[in-house]
Structures are given as C-alpha cells and as structure tokens.
C-alpha cells in the first residue's frame, strides 16, 4: 500500500490553492520530484515551508497516479525508470503544480533529518506511491494530472510491494531452515534408507536427526516378495558372492572307465569266458565251468575340473547406504512450527498445524499440570492451543499419536518484536516465534556489505571476519546467517536469528573445510541484503618458498681453489602431507654465461657454484622443484645474483 506520510505545504503552494478555490477552481499537481537532501523543511511562522524547490533535486517525473481520496486528501505515485550512473539515497521529496524546469510551483514537500525513504541506482526501476492530507487547503482544491504515458500496472505493483507480507502463502528466508528439517523428517522417517556416493558422513551429521547406521554392506537391495521363501521377510539375507558346485549340481550323464594296459582307449571291461569273447550282456556262464575271466590289469577314472568356486555376482556399482534405525531411547515427539515475520502489531496469529507422532503413550498438554507445558514469552498467558480442530485454550488436554496441534497467541504492540510459544516436555522442547512488522516509514534494507575472504586457509579452523559496519538503516532490522555463526558488537557468536541496528559492528565467522582447496561459506542476511564470508582451504600442491631469495650470500670455494659459491638455505615446503624430494634446474643464464647448474644438499638446502673470472656478477634463474611422496609436484623460480669475489 502507498507510504502514508506528513508532508509540509509551502506558502507558495497554500497561496495557489486559496486561489483556486476561491475562483471555484483547483490547483493541478502534475509532478513529484526526489532529491538527496535530508532534513527538516524551513518553515515560516505559519508552518509553511518557504522552500520553492528541493534543497538538492536529482530527479523529477510526472504523476502516473493520482486521485482525491478525500476533501483534503489525494494518493499519488510516480514511476521513476533507470538513468545511467545514477545512485544515491533519495531524503527529500516534492510534490510540484506543474513542470518544476518550467514555471511550475512546489506545493509541499517531505524531508526529516537521517531519513532515507528510497535508494536509486542504475540497474532498477523506483516505483514511488504516497498517500498524504494536508488539513489547511480548502476542500476540493487540489486535484491531480497524471501522465497517460505512464502504466498503472507498475504503480499497482507498488502498492503490493509495500504490503507488510504481499506472499503469505511464501516462507519467508528465516523460515527455511525449520521447513528444511521438516520436509527431511518428513523423507525419511524410521526405516528409511539414504544412499550417497561422495559424502561419507552420516546422515544425523548431514540431515541433524536421528540415528542412522551403514546397511546392506557388501550386499544388494531384492525386493519383497510375500509368496515367496527367502525372500518373504524384511531383512532376511542370502546370496553368495562366489559358489563352488558339487556333483548334484551338474547333469546326469555317464563315462566308461579307461583301459590303461592296452591302451584302448574308452571302452567296457573286456571279458573272456573259455576262450570265448562275450559282450556284457550276453555272457554264457556255464561254459567251460562257467568262469568269468576279468583281464588282470587296473581300470582307470577319468576326472576334470579343479573344484574351485566360481563368481556369482552380477554387474554392479559400490555406493554408501544409510538405514535411519530408531532412536536409542524412546523417540520425543516431534512439533515443528513454522516462525512468522511481519505481522500486524497486536494482530492474533495462528500458527501452522502438525500433526503429532513419535508419543511412546498418550501425554496430556496444557498452561500447568501436564505433560506437556504450553507458555508464552514475553507474557506467559499468551499462548493457546487447539487439539483436532477444538477450540483454542489452555486448559488441559490428551495428545495421542495421529491427533492435529495448532498454536495462537496475540503478537506484540510494538514493532520488530518478538512473542513466542514454548512446548516443553521431559524430553523436548519446541519453540513458535512471531515477529511484528516494522512501523510504517522504517527503512529495514542496509547499504550493501561485505566480508573480505579467506585464501589458503589451514583445514577444519574457524576463522573470523572483520568487523562490518552496518549502515543506511533507521530502525533494527533483521540478521540471520547460514553456514555459520555472526557477532553483533563484540557479543557472543550465534546462528539464532536477531535484529541489528544501524551503526552496529558485525562479525562472520565459518569454519573451514576438511578438504584441500575447498570453500565454505557463511552467508549473513540483514534486511534482504546478504554477504558471504568465504574461506577455501589451501590446495593439496607442493608449494616452495625461499626465506629470502633476494639476500643471498656469496664466499670462496677454498676446496677448489677458484669459483665460490652461494647456499640457499631455508627452504620451506607447504602443503605437502608427506615426504618429498627436491630437484633444481637452470631456466635463464642473465650474465657472463657462467653459472653452473647447482647442487641439492638437502630438501631444503641448494648451493649455487660459479666458475670463471673473479670480481664479477653471475646472474641467473632457477626453478626449484619439490615432489611429494604422492607424486603432487609444485615449482619456485627464484633469481640468483650471484658476486663472485676472490680476497686480495
């Protein structure tokens, strides 16, 4: 809705409109300008500004809306599209009769001293809507002309914006955390089964609920299937990896054993009975007494195979599989209560239903003498409830698994304030916040901050930002954070939501990744504007350094009996988790072409030798190169001016 506000009339303004009322008449307003003063209007000793244009005006623009609302009343708006360059925070406003370039005259205008009721910059539209009386023109004696020009599509946007809550049926940012739990709880319930790939974590750390345990380890899902044996029950197992087979498990079939001593081959036993060969199925035992003679030499098995297990398994992919278990003790019930913001001041609010779950046994609820305590803050009494749709009251009441619970209270005559209804069990505890609009005219949003970021940061340490200075707000506006903690002043550090006031010195602070080159972010919210304070962790390379590369010594090399040589010690290596080695190359010979490749005497100690005339400078540029035990390698190129002096 429009900003209802208490402009000063001029004495040129007041003068035109007498006019006109008393020719029965009225005097036009065509125009509003906006200007980057802020103040308090000079008045004469009537009340009436003797201003006749803004003290500093950036900007003018024909009324896109306007009428008489009442005698002594009109609502207007304007549209102010973007120019390039432009920024600065609008103070001062004036309501013109007329083109201001033009001969027009400044009716009233509207200024206070630190008040800032816009900010114009070159990448939005202002849309501006006012709504203001003025009890010493005749009746009748203003109307308004507005530009055709000009769409009232966008003032009529200007007018929804200006709602204290124009979305309702949106959470607002301070409420997303309490709704993301509530959604994950809501997934995964006991019994519930999270898979995931990269993120080793447990899910209590991940989600911040419930106890989870790995599950199916080494095993794959199946499916239930009622009617059939193994695979009927939850939780049953079975299955092999590897399977080795036994003779029960090939086909039936038959082998003759081998002859070994003729060589034959394959074939059945061979028989002679009296001379006479008979097939197995046709021998005559009664001839020559009826003997059956068996050749007296070994019949051989045949045998295959090795008998070793073979793989059973069929294609597939390693992930981590979390099953949510429950809780160790007996589950506490489980209310969470949407928090609201910008409601009317003293204004009834009803909080959003929940259904009730997790009660090891009925439990009653109530003001006092229940299981379950229901209390307001700051005022105790001022917290209802209602059970399944009932009325809402304070008097004791039975909760069972599957009923609705909804909460009410009053919220409070002062603006940004905060009331709230706590639920307190043995073993729990849950808290509804509401928190009242800001009064009209507040200017909530602050001038744009930031947090200087964090390179190369040590793994798993919390860092703190500088301070900030919060600015271009007149009254507390709210702060929330996530990813992390902030500060107000000097206090304790939170991630409870709060209100900051201008002027006021914030902190950030986040804690940094456990992995190398990662960043982590604690984003700060005040009044919609959010800033990020970021620390990456330094990357998993090996990184050489000298102590001080531009400050190396010479001396004689009294072993060779010429040349010399400089040491550079003190070589640091960083970020290398293990053992490493160090090499070093000659890239760039800079003079007398003398240099000579140079010597390791230790990872962190390298000796430069020169050789030729004495008296003279050799200068050149190395690369030190340092490998880990990894095989992770960083370079350092360092110049070495190297005087090679030989004593008198």
């Not at 200007?35 to 009436?48: F, I, K, L, W």
């Not at 197992?237 to 081959?265: C, E, F, M, W, Y």
């Not at 006092?368 to 009251?393: C, E, K, M």
């Not at 602050?446 to 970021?453: G, L, N, R, T, V």
């Amino acid at each position: 809705m429009p900003q209802t506000i208490t402009p000063v009339i001029t004495a040129a303004g007041l003068a035109a409109a007498i006019n006109a009322a008393s020719n029965g008449l009225s005097i036009a307003l065509t125009h509003m300008t906006l200007g980057a003063g802020q103040y308090a209007p000079t008045v004469n000793g009537s009340g009436e500004a003797t201003q006749t244009d803004l003290l500093s005006r950036r900007e003018k623009i024909a009324f896109g809306e306007g009428r008489r609302t009442a005698p002594k009343q009109v609502t207007l708006g304007a549209a102010f599209p973007v120019y390039p360059g432009i920024a600065y925070s609008a103070g001062e406003v004036g309501f013109w009769a007329g083109d201001p370039d033009n001969g027009g005259i400044l009716f009233a205008i509207y200024s206070a001293p630190g008040y800032v009721h816009a900010f114009r910059n070159d990448q939005t539209e202002l849309i501006e809507s006012y709504s203001f009386a003025i009890a010493k023109i005749p009746e009748g004696s203003v109307s308004v002309t507005v530009d055709p020009n000009v769409t009232a599509v966008a003032l009529l946007v200007a007018d929804h914006e200006a709602k204290p809550d124009p979305h309702a049926q949106y959470f607002l940012r301070a409420e997303i955390p309490a709704l993301r739990l509530g959604i994950l709880q809501i997934v995964y319930p006991v019994g519930s089964v999270y898979i995931t790939y990269d993120n080793a974590a447990s899910p209590s750390t991940l989600f911040g609920f419930g106890t989870w345990q790995l599950t199916a380890i080494g095993r794959m899902f199946i499916g239930q299937d009622a009617a059939e044996a193994g695979f009927d029950t939850v939780g049953e197992q079975g299955g092999s990896k590897t399977v080795t087979l036994d003779a029960t498990h090939i086909p039936s079939h038959n082998h003759r054993p081998a002859d070994t001593a003729s060589g034959t081959g394959y074939g059945f036993i061979p028989t002679s009975i009296s001379g006479q060969d008979k097939t197995p199925t046709n021998f005559d035992t009664s001839a020559s007494g009826g003997e059956l003679n068996i050749r007296d030499q070994p019949i051989a098995p045949v045998s295959f195979g090795g008998g070793l297990p073979h793989e059973n398994m069929p294609p597939y992919e390693v992930v981590r599989k979390w099953r949510r278990m429950p809780d160790t003790a007996v589950p506490a019930p489980s209310f969470v209560f949407f928090p609201q913001s910008n409601v009317p001041v003293s204004g009834v609010v009803t909080s959003n239903t929940v259904s009730v779950s997790g009660l090891a046994a009925p439990r009653t609820i109530g003001a006092s003498g229940a299981d379950i305590i229901v209390a307001g803050s700051p005022t105790v009494g001022n917290a209802l409830f209602s059970v399944n749709g009932a009325g809402f009251a304070t008097t004791v009441r039975t909760l069972n698994n599957g009923d609705t619970l909804t909460l009410r209270l009053t919220a409070p005559a002062a603006n940004l304030t905060t009331a709230s209804v706590t639920l307190t069990g043995s073993d729990f505890s849950s808290v509804w916040s509401v928190t009242s609009a800001a009064a009209a005219g507040s200017d909530l949003v602050p001038d744009a901050f930031s947090f200087a970021p964090v390179g190369g940061a040590v793994q798993s340490v919390i860092y703190t930002s500088a301070p900030v200075t919060i600015s271009g707000i007149n009254a507390p506006s709210p702060i929330s954070v996530s990813g992390g903690a902030y500060s107000i002043n000097g206090g304790p550090f939170t991630t409870a939501a709060g209100t900051v006031t201008n002027g006021s010195a914030v902190r950030a602070q986040v804690t940094s990744a456990g992995a190398p080159n990662t960043a982590r972010t604690a984003t700060v919210t005040i009044g919609g504007v959010s800033a990020g304070y970021t620390a990456t962790t330094q990357a998993s390379t090996v990184v050489v350094v000298t102590a001080s590369p531009s400050a190396l010594s010479a001396t004689r090399d009294t072993s060779s009996g010429s040349g010399s040589i400089t040491q550079v010690a003190g070589l640091t290596i960083t970020g290398s988790t293990g053992p490493y080695t160090t090499s070093v190359a000659l890239l760039t010979d800079l003079g007398n072409g003398s240099m000579i490749s140079p010597t390791v005497l230790s990872p962190t100690q390298v000796r430069f030798f020169s050789s030729g005339a004495g008296n003279q400078t050799y200068h050149a540029i190395f690369r030190i190169t340092s490998t880990s035990a990894t095989g992770v390698v960083g370079t350092r190129d360092i110049e070495v001016t190297h005087n090679y002096l030989i004593a008198p």
